[in-house]
């Protein structure tokens, strides 16, 4: 199933995607879900929820995908965890004059919450930067609540995956050794365009991963050429933090980021980005400028 999170008329909804039509789960389902967090009470609740909302895949539309403002599927997670390094393509390529090795263990940032973003909404590009960079990547959102979780149980606490951008201001990122700054700009997490839940994909290590700026292809991969699996990386998560449902999770990016082209391709206002992969649909974005204008208020 997909399931995403979208805006009509001032209401912030969850949905059942089917096709172009979205049934609409949060009256569907009544008081079921909060008006604040209905998603992650979707995914909290899904055992008992999954049955009524499987019932409901033939049900005629309230609304059309073109007609609403899709937000991100969760749109308000508790946490956000990125890995880095993730692809051996991407470790082995020539970021900006820095040659480099496979990590000797699992290289975690964060990407905090003004950065979560729609799937089709604009990124914005900061002022005090131009190098703003982009990152194809899978997205995995965690289903329920766990801690110390075996590398061969992993698959059990995933609801399911998204398409991810996991925007990088490159000067920034490379300050310092800890890269939270220069990966939580505003707007620099978009993902979407809806939760395929889990029991939709056979193997998520066998997805083709693309990524076009302005109709030029970047980025081509695999999620099978991951250097740490899905099931890794929430094995190693979970021995220090617990994780939450609605927890979401990126899970690294391949070669062909900008900053890997001499001379480098950062973003620029009016650029596209389109995010596609396998089986769980295509995110897009135009970038524009930060306003001049914006300050405090």
């Known amino acids: 199933m997909h399931l995403c999170t979208y805006e009509l008329d001032g209401q912030t909804q969850v949905g059942l995607v089917h096709g172009s039509g979205i049934v609409n789960l949060s009256e569907a389902l009544g008081d079921a879900l909060s008006a604040h967090q209905p998603m992650i ?25 073109e007609h609403v403002h899709l937000l991100a599927p969760v749109p308000r997670p508790g946490k956000t965890l990125a890995i880095g390094l993730n692809y051996l393509d991407h470790v082995q390529e020539n970021i900006m004059g820095e040659r ?8 975690w940032f964060t990407k905090l919450a003004n950065a979560i973003n729609g799937p089709f909404d604009e990124i914005v590009l900061p002022r005090i930067s131009s190098m703003t960079d982009y990152e194809a990547e899978m997205v995995a959102i965690i289903g329920q609540r766990c801690r110390h979780v075996p590398r061969d149980k992993a698959r059990e606490v995933v609801f399911g995956y998204c398409v991810g951008n996991d925007v990088s201001v490159r000067d920034i990122q490379k300050r310092t050794s800890q890269w939270t ?14 939760i395929t839940t889990a029991d939709e994909l056979d193997d998520p290590h066998a997805l083709d991963v693309r990524c076009w700026v302005n109709g030029e292809l970047r980025q081509s991969s695999n999620t099978r050429l991951m250097i740490h699996n899905i099931w890794d990386q929430i094995a190693q998560l979970s021995q220090v933090m617990t994780l ?20 480098p391709k950062f973003l620029k206002h009016g650029d596209t980005v389109r995010v596609e992969i396998e089986g769980l649909g295509a995110i897009v974005a135009r970038c524009v400028d930060e306003d001049e204008g914006a300050a405090l208020g």
């Open 244 to 263: 939450e449902p609605g927890d979401v999770i990126f899970t690294g990016t391949c070669s062909g980021v900008g900053s890997a082209f001499d001379p």
């Open 41 to 65: 009470d979707l995914i909290t609740r899904w055992p008992e929820l999954r049955g009524r909302v499987a019932d409901l895949i033939d049900a005629p539309a309230q609304a059309q995908i």
């Open 100 to 107: 480099r090795a496979v990590p000797e263990h699992q290289v």
């Open 181 to 194: 700054l220069g990966k939580s700009f505003d707007t620099h997490a978009p993902f979407g365009p809806w």
